[in-house]
């Protein structure tokens, strides 16, 4: 659209060496503590050798939650010569108009995935950056299939819709009601989440085995429920044009990719 008071001259200086030096002159005497004092400095600093937006290095509201530098953005070589920084949004792209937005929403095995992922190469977002894709994560202790419809909707108050929607849940609820009542839920849900985000495609994540149940000591009653599940949400995810993923190399007796609950995977499950 063209602008129809002219273009309006930017009445601001270029930060500078010298325009720097006088900005963190006064910090000193400004700042409460020492703390802030190193902290100011070193954004100031960071944001003239990086080139840095204000909005790539704080938060300038409660939708850029996702913008702004994290601890595991910095790394540093090991001579402790060289900063890397990772830049969250494109220089050229800021509104991520050609990025691919994944969720992944589900329960404490997303939530120990992630852990794991910000401990490798690859970090949170999985190396994916390169192929324009990001990962926001939201992983919950205890999530249930009653959970997802409350928990998209509270994170659609943060974030635009995103492209894909991975869910991985639901091997809580195996055990606390009746087969027939959870495939009911089950398909509840899928309607749920396709009147939430109409326009994202939805990726099931296949429940996963346990080596202990914590609802019941009948191993092979809760895998055969588990599995009728597997394969209830197979069918109906597939039919509704979304993806399903299997973990074929996971079955209730590989205790060597589970941690000692029998329950979430180690580092080498992840």
């Known amino acids: 659209m063209r602008r129809t008071n002219g273009v309006i001259k930017d009445a601001r200086l270029p930060i500078t060496i010298d325009v720097l030096k006088k900005l963190l002159l006064p910090l000193p005497v400004i700042c409460k503590t020492s703390y ?16 840095l937006r204000i909005g790539e290095i704080v938060c300038q509201n409660k939708k850029t939650i996702d913008s702004p530098l994290v601890f595991s953005d910095i790394k540093v070589d090991s001579l402790n010569k060289y900063l890397y920084v990772k830049i969250r949004k494109s220089k050229t792209d800021q509104y991520n108009r050609d990025r ?8 404490s095995i997303f939530k120990h995935a992630e852990m794991s992922a910000f401990q490798r190469p690859g970090g949170k977002n999985l190396n ?8 926001w994560w939201q992983g919950l202790g205890g999530f249930k299939l009653l959970n997802i419809k409350g928990r998209l909707r509270h994170l659609l108050s943060f974030e635009d819709p995103p492209n894909f929607l991975l869910l991985h849940c639901g091997a809580s609820d195996v055990g606390s009601a009746t087969l027939g009542y959870l495939q009911y839920r089950f398909k509840k849900i899928l309607l749920e989440v396709n009147e939430i985000l ?8 296949q429940l996963l085995p346990r080596i202990k149940w914590q609802v019941s000591h009948n191993n092979e009653a809760m895998e055969k429920c588990r ?6 949400a197979a069918k109906n995810i597939l039919q509704g ?8 190399d996971l079955f209730p007796f590989s205790s060597s990719l589970y941690k000692s609950d029998g329950v979430h995977l ?3 499950g992840n």
């Open 36 to 51: 802030e004092e190193i902290l100011f400095k070193a954004a100031f600093t960071l944001a003239l050798c990086a080139f």
């Open 100 to 107: 691919i937005k994944v969720w992944f929403v589900g329960s």
């Open 128 to 135: 994916l950056e390169r192929q324009g894709v990001s990962v």
């Open 198 to 205: 109409p326009n994202t495609k939805l990726v099931w994540s």
């Open 227 to 232: 599995n009728r599940l597997n394969r209830l």
């Open 241 to 248: 044009g979304g993806y399903y993923i299997k973990h074929p």
């Open 266 to 268: 180690n580092d080498l």
